[in-house]
């Protein structure tokens, strides 16, 4: 399996400010996504990270609020701008392979917004 | 189109009986499902999956699945619960390609002494 390092591992924010975290992953990865898990919930595709060019985003999700970096193939970042308490989530990184259909996640950064 | 639905929110067992885990998928295509597990300010871990392969798919940790196609279902069961394998599991559903995760919304695994 792919090996995926995020951080921080938690942070605690103020409202209106920004947060960037970081996701490296390891060689086997060429694929790579951003989620967003709510408290009590499921997880919820943020957007996919193309390298060297901009992210693909879901329904729901805009690059002003969620812009989203990969300048190379084993890593990215993802910056929550502006933050409100509903930001408040954990957000995971993860990888897939180019020879398989499943994806390997990171450990999450969980995010509190006072 | 694809979809996941997992039958029960929260599921009680006592340490040493077996674990049974629902869930039901919809899919246009052949699907490619998984079942991962996430326990408390952890990551999510994959635990099996299937794709087109045998129906009966083993998983680490004592876990595994069936798929039966008839009924659209791939439900996780373990002959023996243990304390550790208290966590929140997720069934998900893809038709092939890595970017089209589906995510189920969870069963919450409670394992009593």
């Known amino acids: 399996s792919a090996v995926i390092s995020q951080k921080p591992s938690r942070d605690i924010c103020q409202r209106g400010t920004s947060l960037t975290i970081q996701c490296q992953v390891d060689s086997q990865v060429t694929m790579m996504f951003w989620y967003r898990q709510q408290p009590g919930q499921s997880l919820t595709l943020i957007a996919t990270a193309n390298q060297g060019s901009e992210a693909t985003y879901e329904s729901g999700f805009v690059i002003d609020k969620f812009p989203i970096s990969r300048p190379n193939l084993t890593f990215s970042t993802l910056t929550v701008s502006n933050m409100s308490p509903e930001d408040s989530s954990i957000y995971l990184c993860?990888?897939?392979?180019?020879?398989?259909?499943?994806?390997?996640f990171g450990p999450g950064t969980r995010l509190t917004v006072l | 189109a694809q979809s996941v639905t997992q039958l029960d929110s929260h599921v009680s067992v006592s340490e040493g009986t077996p674990v049974l885990l629902r869930c039901n998928y919809s899919?246009?295509?052949?699907?490619?499902l998984f079942w991962y597990v996430q326990h408390p300010n952890k990551g999510l871990q994959l635990l099996l999956k299937?794709?087109?392969?045998?129906?009966l798919v083993k998983g680490i940790n004592g876990f595994e699945a069936e798929f039966k196609k008839s009924e659209t279902s791939f439900h996780l069961t373990k002959p023996s619960a243990h304390m550790s394998d208290a966590a929140e599991y997720f069934c998900v559903v893809t038709t092939g390609s890595a970017r089209q995760l589906t995510f189920g919304s969870g069963t919450q695994l409670t394992v009593l002494p």
């Open positions: 899919s246009s295509y052949s699907p490619s």
């Open positions: 993860s990888g897939g392979t180019a020879a398989g259909d499943e994806q390997f």
């Open positions: 299937y794709t087109s392969a045998a129906t």
